[in-house]
T-cell receptor, first 114, second 116 residues
Framework: EAGVVQSPRYKIIEKKQPVAFWCNPI?????LYWYLQNLGQGPELLIR????????DSQLPKDRFSAERLKGVDSTLKIQPAELGDSAVYLC????????????FGPGTRLTVL | AQKITQTQPGMFVQEKEAVTLDCTYD???????LFWYKQPSSGEMIFLIY??????QNATEGRYSLNFQKARKSANLVISASQLGDSAMYFC?????????????FGSGTRLSIRP
C-alpha cells in the first residue's frame, strides 16, 4: 500500500513569490493534516481536514496561507507571498478514524525562501 | 493546556546497548493517547508505537517498548539492542482528549546517535 505522497520534495523561491505544495494521503484515509516543522523542533499543526471540511485551521496564518481539499482526497497548501521566515519543512499526514487515529506522514517538502 | 517535554536534546549510545528516551506530558484530561515517531535525516516521520491512557499494559512493537507511568505522567521510549539505523530524531506526541476531533502536539525531540 502506498504511503502519503508529497511533492515537490524541495523548493527554493525568492521572497514575495507564491508557492504551492501537494499531498496525496493514504487511500481511504479521511483525515488529512498539514504541519510546519522548523529546524530542530517538532511539527506544529497548520490545518486539519475531515474529508473536504477544514475542522481546525486556527494555526494557519490566513493572511498568506491557504489550503484546499476539494474532493476530500488530495490537498494543496499555498503561500502567497512567501516570506523569509516561511523557510521550513511542510509535512502532510493522514489518518483513518478507528485505527487509533495514528497519523502517517509523508516525506515533507523542504522550502527555502531567499 | 497540554504540553510535551523531552529533556534530552541529544544522546549517544553504543551499538547493541538499550536506550531510554524520556518524555513527560501535562494534561488535565483522563482520556489521551501517546505516540512516538522517528525522523531520520531523510525527513519522513515514521510511526513507532502508541499507548492509550486506559491501556493497562505497556505497549510493545518489536524492539520498541513504551514505559508508561501514568501517575508520573511519563511515557519513555525504550529501544532494545540498538542498531546503527536507529540514529535519528525521536519525537514524543500526545492527543488529548483521545478522539478524532482532537489534535496532536509534539515535543521538541531527542537526537539519538548510535556509535559502532
Amino acid at each position: 500500500e502506498a504511503g502519503v505522497v508529497q511533492s515537490p520534495r524541495y523548493k527554493i523561491i525568492e521572497k514575495k513569490q507564491p508557492v504551492a505544495f501537494w499531498c496525496n494521503p493514504i487511500s481511504g484515509h479521511n483525515t488529512l493534516y498539514w504541519y510546519l516543522q522548523n529546524l530542530g523542533q517538532g511539527p506544529e499543526l497548520l490545518i486539519r481536514y475531515e474529508n473536504e471540511e477544514a475542522v481546525d485551521d486556527s494555526q494557519l496564518p490566513k493572511d498568506r496561507f491557504s489550503a484546499e481539499r476539494l474532493k476530500g482526497v488530495d490537498s494543496t497548501l499555498k503561500i502567497q507571498p512567501a516570506e523569509l521566515g516561511d523557510s521550513a519543512v511542510y509535512l502532510c499526514a493522514s489518518s483513518l478514524e478507528g485505527e487509533g487515529d495514528t497519523q502517517y506522514f509523508g516525506p515533507g517538502t523542504r522550502l527555502t525562501v531567499l | 493546556a497540554q504540553k510535551i517535554t523531552q529533556t534530552q536534546p541529544g544522546m549517544f549510545v553504543q551499538e547493541k546497548e538499550a536506550v531510554t528516551l524520556d518524555c513527560t506530558y501535562d494534561t488535565s484530561d483522563q482520556s489521551y493517547g501517546l505516540f512516538w515517531y522517528k525522523q531520520p535525516s531523510s525527513g519522513e516521520m515514521i510511526f513507532l508505537i502508541y499507548q492509550g491512557s486506559y491501556d493497562e499494559q505497556n505497549a510493545t512493537e518489536g524492539r520498541y517498548s513504551l514505559n508508561f507511568q501514568k501517575a508520573r505522567k511519563s511515557a519513555n521510549l525504550v529501544i532494545s539492542a540498538s542498531q546503527l539505523g536507529d540514529s535519528a530524531m525521536y519525537f514524543c506526541a500526545m492527543r488529548e482528549p483521545y478522539s478524532s476531533a482532537s489534535k496532536i502536539i509534539f515535543g521538541s525531540g531527542t537526537r539519538l546517535s548510535i556509535r559502532p
